[in-house]
């Protein structure tokens, strides 16, 4: 009876070691993520370095080593707000392809709507104007009416009519 | 309402004309502020680092082994600081160097503080580890340092001195341990 204990307890600590050895290899067998997938993140992204090269087609060493840490993040389990997080926190909002919506950066994506509007205001004003025909008759005392030449070229027309 | 209306209800015709220039002034304001901005904006991305002479921004450095220096603690003492990388192939050239002069004046009241720019942790450390370099080294986070000195690439020196004011700048590598010896005498008045 004893040695059955004893048996059995030796087979699951055997049983017990097989799965520990066996889980450390799946673990470390875990899928790396694809350049796709980093990319996806990267192309959000922009190296101080090489100033208007998104990260993903960047060739330099540096932004090499950038996608390196996406990659290492993603693996990690890291989600894409945590990694562009990251990002900001080690190198700055200007590593972001789209600046965060604060202080003068509101100015970026106000201006652009604003003067759309505006123009688009001017422009109808301007279309109005043009089309509106001309109903109203010159006022007394402006234009040709007042001119004497004209005046007495008439007179002389209708004295000779 | 169209100015016929507007005449034809008895208000005073006045009213529009006023209302129309406030906008324009209204529309001017908002353009030349812009343009102001984008002015200030463009200054400041054209200036150089900055000039000999003038007062060394302050900063502090917390470095990969956790460790945190602040300069404005620093009176009196000459400080070099140095901006690299790892992926920053003429920085290889002048890190010996670098690391030889500090040697050299550590315990002569001057301080080395290495910044990293925009670089990652681990090639950050293997680079250190490569070149033997013992002195204060960190990140430098949000680039923050490096736009305070107005840099412009890697490698780049500072040296401050013991006033405060800088003494010197190394724009590229050093070429020899005296070149950096060189220019610590100098900031250090002798």
């Known amino acids: 009876m004893r040695r ?6 030796g087979a699951l600590g055997v049983l ?25 993140i990267a192309r959000q992204l922009y190296c101080p370095v090489c100033e208007n090269l998104p990260l993903d087609v960047c060739p330099t060493q540096a932004c090499a080593q950038w996608r390196e840490t996406i990659r290492e993040k993603l693996a990690l389990g890291w989600t894409e707000a945590q990694i562009k997080q990251y990002f900001v926190e080690q190198y700055g909002d200007r590593v972001l392809a789209t600046p965060p919506a604060t202080g003068l950066n509101w100015l970026v994506y106000l201006l652009p709507p604003l003067a759309f509007l505006g123009g688009a205001v001017i422009l109808f004003r301007a279309v109005r104007s043009w089309r509106r025909p001309a109903t109203n008759p010159p006022p007394a005392g402006t234009g040709m009416g007042s001119d004497p030449y004209v005046a007495r070229v008439e007179e002389e027309l209708r004295r000779r009519a | 309402m169209t100015d016929e209306a507007v005449i034809q209800e008895g208000v005073p015709t006045a009213v529009q004309p006023r209302r129309r220039t406030w906008g324009v002034v209204v529309v001017w304001v908002l353009v ?3 343009l102001a901005l984008m002015g200030v904006g463009l200054l400041r991305s ?37 901006f690299w990388a790892s992926w920053c192939k003429p920085c290889e050239q002048e890190a010996a160097d670098l690391q030889t002069a500090y040697q050299q004046y550590k315990d002569q009241g001057v301080v080395f503080l290495g910044v990293n720019y925009v670089d990652t942790e681990p090639e950050a450390r293997a680079y250190l580890s490569r070149f033997g370099i013992t002195y204060p080294n960190g990140p430098d986070l949000g680039t923050r340092v490096s736009q305070a ?26 070429s020899s341990v005296d070149e950096i010896a060189s220019a610590i005498e100098a900031a250090r008045g002798q």
Do not use: C, H
Not at chain 1, 16 to 36: F, H, K, V
Not at chain 2, 63 to 77: H, L, R
């Open chain 2, 46 to 82: 054209q200036q150089g680092p900055i000039s000999v002479g003038a007062r060394a921004p302050q900063f502090s450095l917390k470095t990969f082994d956790g460790q945190v220096y602040n300069t404005a603690a620093m009176p009196g003492k000459v400080v070099v600081v140095n």
């Open chain 2, 32 to 34: 030349l502020g812009f």
């Open chain 1, 4 to 9: 059955g204990l004893l048996l059995a307890a």
């Open chain 2, 149 to 174: 000195f107005r840099i412009r690439g890697v490698p780049e020196t500072y040296v401050v001195g013991p006033d405060g004011l800088l003494k010197s700048v190394k724009i590229g590598p050093f």
């Open chain 1, 16 to 40: 017990a070691l097989t799965m520990l050895l066996w889980a450390q290899p799946a673990r470390a067998q875990a899928p790396t993520p694809s350049d796709d997938q980093v990319n996806v």
